[in-house]
């Protein structure tokens, strides 16, 4: 054995014999990696890189992860040693920045079996295709899923849970992710076992599951157990969730502490959680914020947040004060947004404006629309509207027989103007008009009984 030849020998072994690359001197380990040694030249290029030495450690980085032949280092090293490179390439360290590059060489280690690489280059695609999961991203995030990878598992269980039909892989994932220790997918699961969905309902399971994500501080976890606490212990259990990160959880505390019924009222703390948990995306407690304001700009400012962030009673009253402030325009299409939302009282101002002509041009067609669905869940006013239109035609055809079913209805609880306008009515109409009349009244009236007790 030649001289060369038995010194790469020893160098090899003594590389592979420790587990420490201490007892090798840089020019040791460069002499062996200069031999294409893939293992040496993976440990050089990770020690010139805490010195930093980013071209050099980039140079041996790359050969390591091209290396091939005997001297190659293993499948998970080269895979490592490609994802180091990709991330190099993408902090622009030891060579220009170069995100194509970057990707590229992610792209190699993650051939090469490096679920980061994989699950990196799956959460890439989707942010492409604007949070979209098609099938290039699926294939990525799959591909670490198979390997383990917990978070990879998640992105597909929760994927699955939005197709039809697609329990069964749902659950799967979940499954393997929660096994894993992935705390969301235990509160997933844990969720799954309770509802009964995909799997057989089984409360003890759900409870296990669930306990298990809060005692890694999952904040719907946490939350959950809040809801199920005792009551004396339920300040302590929500406390816990909120201080997790769980907006419901915030929202809890801060109506306590402004309501002062299970604690000390302290308005100061109330807006702090309040405040908290706005930032996390409860649109509920941005429009208890708005409540909690002397300054209107800062109450119009979180009641805009709240209704952008769909609370119908936001968006009603953020119509009120655009009103009050003569913004009629405005004032019309907050209305009209919160009418769409099932408010009474906006579909009812709503048709006000539109029968008036208020901040546009007037609608009568629509304004009768508005005035039907607040006057049907038992509005006096809008069925008073009703009825003065439908004996005007404005709107619809004239009907005498329904403006009296209106007015009588409007009637109910003695309102003056209704009273008069359905009795003026009656001495123009026949009796058969007005028995009819009543009946529909009537029909009407039960119509609306049922649907407020089923409510």
Request: net charge neutral; glycine share 8%.
């Amino acid at each position: 054995m030649t001289h060369r030849a038995l010194w790469l020998a020893l160098a090899a072994s003594m590389l592979a014999a420790c587990s420490s690359t201490a007892s090798l001197t840089d020019a040791e380990l460069s002499q062996v990696a200069k031999q294409g040694d893939g293992r040496a030249q993976y440990k050089l290029a990770k020690r010139l890189a805490t010195q930093p030495d980013y071209p050099n450690a980039m140079h041996w980085m790359q050969q390591a992860a091209e290396q091939s032949g005997p001297l190659a280092a293993d499948q998970q090293i080269r895979a490592n040693a490609a994802w180091q490179v990709g991330d190099w390439y993408q902090a622009g360290l030891g060579e220009p920045k170069n995100p194509a590059l970057a990707t590229q060489w992610w792209q190699r280690s993650a051939r090469l079996g490096n679920t980061h690489a994989s699950y990196r280059l799956g959460l890439m695609c989707q942010e492409q295709h604007q949070g979209k999961l098609v099938s290039e991203c699926l294939d990525w995030f799959e591909q670490a899923a198979k390997r383990d990878h917990a978070d990879a598992q998640l992105v597909l269980a929760r994927w699955y849970s939005k197709q039809p039909r697609a329990d069964t892989d749902a659950v799967k994932w979940l499954e393997q992710a929660a096994e894993q220790g992935n705390r969301d997918a235990q509160y997933l699961l844990g969720e799954r076992y309770a509802q009964g969905k995909g799997v057989a309902k089984r409360p003890d399971l759900a409870l296990r599951w669930n306990d298990k994500a809060a005692a890694q501080q999952q904040p719907e976890a946490l939350l959950q157990q809040a809801k199920q606490a005792a009551p004396i212990n339920a300040f302590a259990a929500y406390q816990r969730a909120a201080n997790a990160g769980s907006a419901e959880a915030e929202l809890w505390l801060g109506m306590a502490y402004l309501a002062g019924e299970k604690i000390a009222a302290d308005p100061a703390l109330g807006r702090y959680w309040l405040e908290l948990a706005a930032g996390h995306g409860s649109h509920e407690a941005e429009y208890q914020l708005s409540l909690q304001q002397v300054d209107r700009e800062l109450q119009v400012y979180w009641l805009e947040k709240a209704a952008d962030g769909g609370v119908t009673q936001a968006l009603f009253e953020l119509a009120e004060l655009q009103h009050k402030q003569g913004e009629l325009d405005q004032a019309r299409a907050s209305y009209a947004k919160a009418a769409q939302r099932g408010h009474i009282l906006a579909q009812y101002t709503y048709g006000e404006m539109l029968r008036l002509g208020q901040g546009g041009k007037e609608d009568y067609a629509l304004a009768l629309k508005q005035y039907r669905l607040a006057a049907q869940q038992g509005d006096r006013q809008a069925q008073y509207r009703m009825g003065t239109l439908r004996e005007e035609g404005l709107g619809a055809p004239r009907n005498r027989v329904h403006a009296y079913a209106w007015l009588s209805l409007a009637a109910t609880e003695g309102m003056p103007e209704a009273v008069q306008a359905r009795d003026e009515l009656e001495a123009a109409m026949t009796k058969p008009e007005v028995k009819q009349a009543q009946k529909l009244s009537e029909h009407w009236f039960g119509n609306m009984s049922s649907t407020a007790k089923k409510s």
